[in-house]
């Protein structure tokens, strides 16, 4: 069963950057897909960035495109998120989950995520 551990996170200030790291155990990342998603106090839970099972494909929500890069190292078998140019409105828990399909259709329960803050 693959199992996915989000971490990473903290307090940045605007204008900042993170990497955060989705580390998987129990089977290799090579048949996912690999989505993080994120969820701000009173907002939904929303899509960040997917990356097809062979690295090939990758896709961005608009408010990231352009600061935020995807990309997944088969031999760690761990997905990375480079978040760079951050905004306050970045602020949130950030998820890591598989899916079985490009774009990312989050698969099985939710982990307890990472947070980032970006603040001054």
């Known amino acids: 069963q693959l199992r996915l551990v989000e971490s990473g996170g903290g307090l940045v200030q605007p204008g900042g950057s993170l990497r955060l790291s989705c580390s998987a155990s129990?089977?290799?990342?090579?048949?996912?897909?690999i989505g993080w998603f994120r969820q701000a106090p009173g907002k939904e839970r929303e899509g960040v960035s997917c990356?097809?099972?062979?690295?090939?494909?990758?896709n961005y929500a608009d408010s990231v495109r352009g600061r935020f890069t995807i990309s997944v190292d088969n031999a760690e078998n761990t997905v990375y998120l480079q978040m760079n140019s951050l905004k306050p409105e970045d602020t949130a828990v950030y998820y890591c989950?598989?899916?079985?399909?490009?774009?990312?259709?989050?698969?099985?329960?939710w982990g307890q995520g990472t947070q980032v803050t970006v603040s001054s």
């Open positions: 129990g089977r290799t990342l090579d048949y996912y897909a």
């Open positions: 989950m598989p899916s079985l399909i490009y774009p990312c259709r989050p698969l099985g329960a």
């Open positions: 990356i097809s099972a062979n690295g090939g494909k990758t």
